[in-house]
Structure formats: structure tokens, C-alpha cells
């Protein structure tokens, strides 16, 4: 079965940004654990036993990758698009990730592997728990999100 690559926020940017068509900048802003893109895992990585390791040292200070391993094929298209997709209300965004991997509901083995490596292969079945859908509560409080539910697969289809 085929791979991905999550790339994941975990060092956001506190600079002042230029939101100001947005009530609340804060909505907009990007979070800790914010999913910002997907990858194929073959283009960056080389399969080695069950794991796969980056082809080049890891650069990005705000970003650590978790490589998903057995995912099936007829959901890579899909997770590609929706994983990073935008909460949206009626046809105003309101938050910039509709699928994140909050920071505290990580396992301590995955927070030990990401601060010594930046990197970490797990397969879909361990990774859908800790992907988060978020359903906004209040629209311009991202605070108030709620992301008790896992993603699952029909949720990519």
C-alpha cells in the first residue's frame, strides 16, 4: 500500500499579520499542529524495514513530518485534498486547517521520535486517531474549536 507525508506545524509564527478583512485575526492565524501539506512519502523518503528516512536533513524549524505507512491507495488522492482542506461557513473561511493533530493528545514514543528526529513513520491506522476534524463552535474563536472527533476513512471519500 502507498504512503503519505504529513507535514505539521509545531513551531508557529507569532509575528503581527495582515488580516485586517478578518474580524478576528487569531481565526486566520496557523496553530501548532495544524496539518500544512501532504506528501508522497516516496518522493522525500526511502523505505527502510517498516520505516521510512528522509533523504535530506530536515530544515524546517516549524515543521516535523510523520510518514503514514499502509494507507489505502484509493484514499491517498483523497487525504492529499481534504487533510489540508479550510473550515469554511456559508463562503467566509473561518479557520485555516480543517484537520490538525493537537500537540497534546500526542503519544509520549511520537513526541520522542519528532524532538530527536523531526520525522516519524506510523501506520493509518495509528495515525487516524490522532488526526483531529475540527467543528467550530464559535466562528471567529479558534480556542472554542472542537476536535474530540478522529478523522476516519469515510470521512477522505
Excluded at 71 to 79: D, G, S, T
Amino acid at each position: 500500500m502507498p504512503a503519505i507525508t504529513l507535514q505539521v506545524m509545531v513551531n508557529a509564527p507569532t509575528h503581527v499579520i495582515d488580516t485586517s478583512f478578518v474580524a478576528n485575526k487569531a481565526a486566520m492565524r496557523r496553530r501548532n499542529g495544524d496539518i500544512l501539506a501532504v506528501h508522497n512519502t516516496q518522493n522525500f523518503a526511502t523505505l527502510n524495514g517498516n520505516d521510512w528516512n528522509w533523504n535530506e536533513p530536515i530544515s524546517s524549524p516549524r515543521s516535523v513530518f510523520i510518514h503514514i505507512r499502509d494507507i489505502p491507495a484509493n484514499l491517498v488522492p483523497l487525504a492529499r485534498q481534504r487533510l489540508t482542506g479550510k473550515v469554511k461557513a456559508a463562503s467566509e473561511r473561518i479557520r485555516i486547517r480543517q484537520y490538525r493533530i493537537p500537540p497534546g493528545i500526542m503519544p509520549q514514543p511520537v513526541i520522542d521520535a519528532l524532538q530527536a528526529d523531526r520525522e516519524v513513520t506510523m501506520d493509518w491506522t495509528q495515525a487516524k486517531t490522532i488526526i483531529k476534524k475540527k467543528s467550530v463552535t464559535v466562528v471567529l474563536d479558534p480556542d472554542q474549536d472542537d476536535e474530540s472527533t478522529s478523522v476516519v476513512d469515510a470521512d477522505l471519500l
